[in-house]
């Protein structure tokens, strides 16, 4: 039997590439894609790209170079994910919410050989391209250049907006459509290149393979059990690890992409009545988007439409007041480095039985290991054995398979610490219920280690969250002279205009604390703000709080006094563009 | 990019056992297996197949090594698909209706190293066993040994039946629950060895490699969209291609699989009603046995069942009657050497539109490819062209991708013959509808070429099973002195005791073809019979019919008379044990 070899027949090297052409064979007719005014059909959709992708070779674009795009969620955006692998180049989405300074970074690490952008970042990409130019000549790179530039003009109402000599749809126009994609030879030639957010350390490039990203679209479509054609908003950004892989997912079901500009209630209500969407992603922040929608732009829902979401587990009522809207929420784990999710909480037929209460708490965790994944566990971080499956002893989670990363672009040493032991550590502490299912706790460093009993700051966040006065809370460790450490609550509190949310003091938090939680988890200090400090991508940056925290005072017997005021310096980056949504990812992913 | 190295964190082979796994981990309390009075939960079935694995590593099987098995559908066959490979060996699952004869053939060509029986197939068995040790002693191959010999005895109600010195509860029992499955080192490595049926050559052994079983399951639970906790009735035989890959589909989906001994309408319909059965595949011919039950076999079934079904179209009255009775059809086709069905008719939404009769004919078509299947097209076989897609012009249908065979087992030359030109050819022919679905016409060689016109021989029995008085069809050539070739049908009537069944002459038949079929495709005779010939796995046998065909005479203004008596030599294998249905595929998968 070994002498049986593989050949072009039998053997083909798996990539998400297949599914655009099989969408163009068989879904020819259907529609790809919406965009305001814009409709297109499968077969159109792979002669683009086809034309893209052989404009690409043309501009000298092939093996492992890199196509990075700035862009919000539209058509062009959409057709990079299959033109630039159809090339044979890595396709670069860049997080809109970064900076110039990060931009440039990102450019000069990957060696960016095209840039992409969309008219609305043009400011914000010259700014990073003058950065970039400044830093090659000062430290004199003669073996790297500047990457071509080519603006991305709104395909509906287009604006005239240029920056150099390069343009999306005149490519498209010119490029081959009957250009022969490049031979993937191996499928662990690499994809995607995306940056970490770099919450902990500076960004690191994380590459995908073709294998990889093959291999998780359909994990994700048979986790999130995605049927056949879909109509698919595109709430979550692309550049969130490709959209967690359903920019491939919704060719491979034949699907419909309704792309928008900016994710408001209103624009997301109208496209849903308008095209009937079944499902979309997005972080929990974005519940918060759609419940607060003004009358006006609120749109009623005729079909339900399934959310896929990520981060930290929307709370019980949140939950419930989005599903009475006729939303139905899934709820997932991932991280950049796992392509996405890696975990889908699968709902169980016997679930349906329990009361509203425990269907949320089930509802919250983070779930079941996605199909090829071959292997999740939660390891004690000293011993590296598994937790036992008790639902309190926590650990480290890591995991194993096909949708891990190839690793960090042009740093061995962090790659080869990722995957020490045969396993990627994800850095997040969580458990293991009896039934398989895991919850994660907290990340390993926010973990509070109070009297050697570990506290997860997650945990009495959620308790925070259920206060109906309070709008956003983040728990740290805050030095203690008898326990080590003890939980800090920074909690932001709706205005005092709303009704019954004035004068909230800092023991009514404490006192709702003790009601919901062990007395070792109550927090010892609440500090109200007015604003959490946050990372471009809407991420609380706890070490900033970590850093308050640890001026304030604590008495041996508990009280707590402030050496400082609250008032800190907010590296918040400047936004060049406002009308998205901030915040739009609370998740790692 | 490509100094990013594969390792056990990112890079784990591609195999069907994970699903297992990962089903005793997250389903772990679900049942997987219900038969008769027996139910094991997901944990024991890892279990019990680890054990079983570790008691034939035991029994010095390892890698390469081939165990067949004769059997049912009974839970130790549904086993044998993760234990064998979990130690390292490859599954031969034989079709239960072959004869003494064949079976010797098989043990023989792929060298079985242990060989499980049912007890109901031990007679059988034993004559195959004694042809073998004949057949050894008499070639002298010193370098073979007889297979060792394991009797599967009936779990519920033990028979104590027993050929040589093994038992499979036995094996269990002895087996190491805590055996750590052989690492599956590389994909390619061998998982299963399925013989094909031989209606047209000798049998031939089909491979299937580790990442082929993988990624076929994958597509087929996407293709038919089977969700999650799906309850499967086993009335596919296990021994068909894995039974489409769903032994380890319904582990990948964390279903129950409802096992039954024999495909009997009682049996299915008693037990889709007790355990509220949502799935099965079967060939069409299960549709007449479920149509057909008595009274008393009947059980009125109160969810929808989805049937997969491949082979030829059911007729759309057929259809229509198995839908009333709560059964969803979807039409697959596929064979052997593709891991089962390699196009699935994926239904439209847009088709709930249409009327009745044309939703039927939608149905029928044999639709579009998998989606792990890289390539599927329909080519002229002298150009190697691709047909237009005018649902007119036929070709011969070709596959390529990672659902195809590794290839026969030593058998290099028919196998580089199949995979010639970079494409497994089917020997199917059909045509490309302007939607992408392909329609099988017919095998290349059941073509029937009058007066230059191709006939499909599928497309003139189609007409033929719309005659109310005909049970069963069969086209073939016929040789004509003016146009070369001619349809000749061969039928099988409704029981003249049958209301309005009695008299129908050959020229009812042929006013009822005109009716149907343009005129070039109306038989130019027709002939009645008892019973059509067929094989051991009940596919009609047209070679007998042709060269009972070359023996009419045809005069040149059409008319035709018989030669010879209709009676021929029938090389029906004999049956061991007849309780199950015979016939049970029409299909050639």
Redesign the interface.
Known sequence: ????????????P?TPV??L??AS?????RTSIIYAGVRFAWHQTYQRCRRLASALRSLNVGK?NVVSVLAPNVPAMYEMHFAVPMAGA?LNTINTRLDAKNIANILRHSEAKVFFIDYMFVPLARDALRLLMDDLQKSGSPEMSMPLVAVIDDIDSPTGVRLGELEYEQLVYQGNPGYVPEEINDE?D?IA?NYTSGTTSAPKGV?YSHR?AY?ST?SL??GW?M???PVYLWSLPMFHCNGWTFTWGVA?R?GTNVCIRNTTAEEMYKNMALHKVTHMCCAPIVFNILLEAKPQEHRHITNTVEILTGGAPPPAPLLEKIESLGFHVVHAYGLTEATGPALVC?W??EWNKLPREEQSKRKARQG??I?TL??VDVKDVKTMQSVPRDGKTMGEIV????S????Y?KD?KT?SK??DG???ATGDVGVIHP???LEIKDRSKDVIISGGENISSVEVEAALYRHPSVVEASVVAMPHPKWGESPCAFVTLKKKSEKNHGNVKEEDIIQHCRKNLPHFMVPKKVQFMEDLPKTSTGKIQKFQLRALAKTFVISEDGNSSNNNSTQFNREQPRYYHQTQEQSLALSRL
Do not use: H
Not at 404 to 407: A, E, F, L, T
């Open positions: 039997m070994d002498r049986l070899p593989k050949c072009e027949a039998n053997y083909v798996l297949t599914f052409k099989r064979m068989v879904y020819g007719d492992n890595v662990w690499p290149l590459v990889g291999l359909l479509i048979l059990e049927k056949s054609e491979a034949g699968e169980q037929k079941i290991s199909l071959a292997d995991l194993r398979g096909s891990i990363m190839m690793g672009l061995e790659t990722a995957f045969g396993w990627f039934d398989g299912y």
